[in-house]
């Protein structure tokens, strides 16, 4: 009975930086892994970034070397530091346990609200 709330997003000109938060709603989570997901108009879901329950994390080509993953495990909360942000940036950003052994799948079959994120001039 977890939920998971983002939060976060918002309007921001090219370059800029924003930092997402993944918070739990109900019981506290720092057991699984974890991982941010996108999903821009008319476009599929895609992950952005999985984190172990032990720190080790995983990152799209797209956004290696400007995003980073972090989580607080005693307050079950993800984070992730978007810099040197680029329009094609823009998206719904989702978190969601996940399958750390299988590409950061999700393990729940639904999504939280999301945190919208628009990178534009």
């Known amino acids: 009975q977890v939920q998971f709330v983002e939060s976060g997003g918002g309007l921001v000109p090219p370059g800029g930086s924003l930092n997402l938060s993944c918070a739990p709603s109900?019981?506290?989570?720092?057991?699984?892994?974890m991982a941010w997901y996108r999903q821009g108009p008319v476009k599929e879901r895609e992950l952005v970034a999985g984190?172990?329950?032990?720190?080790?994390?995983k990152y799209a080509d797209s956004v290696k070397g400007r995003f980073t993953i972090s989580r607080d495990n005693d307050k079950g909360t993800v984070y992730l530091q978007m810099n040197s942000l680029k329009p094609e940036d823009t998206a719904v950003y989702y978190c969601?346990?996940?399958?750390?052994?299988?590409?950061?799948?999700?393990?729940?079959?639904?999504w939280g609200p999301g945190t919208q994120v628009t990178v534009s001039s």
């Open positions: 109900g019981s506290s989570l720092h057991y699984y892994a």
């Open positions: 969601n346990p996940a399958n750390s052994n299988s590409d950061y799948k999700s393990l729940l079959n639904f």
């Open positions: 984190i172990t329950a032990a720190g080790r994390t």
